[in-house]
């Protein structure tokens, strides 16, 4: 690092709250060339779930309210010589990145699927077609989570360096004579059954043999009950029975969960391109040799209806009888 600048090709951008990394925070690192900057708070714990996966780990403290002007005005002045400023397309790198595009003076690459300093590949018309953008310069981009995959951790820790900030004040456009920016008032935690499918950590995903709407306001209320996201095949949207926002795949909304539950999903390829690298995946079916029941981490050969009926049991929710 030279003075207050970090000296790197590339680096990941991380919002921190409360020490919680962002959804697809290691493939922004391994987009990034391993450098990660942490900005939030909490970032000790942030930086430990980073452990292996990055090589250089900087820090930014930031407790105080979060004002995504303030941020993105201190980010510039660190990451002037930076040719590539990536962070993950969730709720806080999707609000920082236009502004810290701004501050630098640069163009912003919106849902990236890959980024580099002379190629940025963009999906476009829902996933059915690819923009391939030759930079004229250094940019700033935002990678849609679980689109790349990431290599195997290895069990090495790294030492996170606070970065130096400059003492000099930040003009604002308040300072300006423009209005004051908005204030941020509260953060309140994402509702688990309505947030974004690609920031979900728990997907319950229903597919065909999950049967209609009734199994699928059942699925919902389960997913509520265990704090997880309503997912489903394109079969399921195109029918009506959900909405398109819920449809997981190459044509839908790429995801990457921790833990996927797929109940009466045969896995199509168009699907299962679209789930990223769940850490857990569980799939019921009467089909043993469907290609979701081989990647499922626990395959359970049973009748998907009848499976999520017993589950919602398990947690208390009171549901019919079984047809005979």
Known sequence: MSGSALAA?????????GGELPIGADECVAEAGGVALLVGDGLADAAAALVGAADEVW????VSAWSTAGVAARLAAILAGVDVVVTPATPD????????A????????????SVGPTRVVQHRHEGRSQLTTAPAG????????????????EDVATEARPVAVPASPVATSADAGSPAPPELVAIHPPDA??????????IL????????????????????????SVGATRVVTDQGTLGHERQIGTTGVVVDPDRYLAFGISGAVQHTAGLGNPDLIVSVNTDPHSPMMAMADLALTADAPATLRALARALGIEVAEDPT
């Open 9 to 17: 090709d590339a680096v990941a951008v991380l919002a921190v709250r």
């Open 59 to 62: 820090t930014l403290d930031w």
């Open 93 to 100: 790198g999707r609000d920082l990145a236009p502004h810290l």
């Open 102 to 113: 701004l501050a630098l003076g640069r163009p912003l690459f919106a849902g990236a699927i």
């Open 138 to 153: 250094p940019l700033v981009a935002t990678l849609t989570p679980g689109v790349r995959s990431v290599p195997a951790p």
């Open 193 to 202: 059954s309505t947030m974004d499918l690609s920031e979900a950590t728990s």
């Open 205 to 228: 995903g229903g597919g065909a043999g999950l049967g209609g709407r009734d199994e699928f306001e059942l699925l919902a209320r389960v997913a509520a009950a265990m704090g997880a």
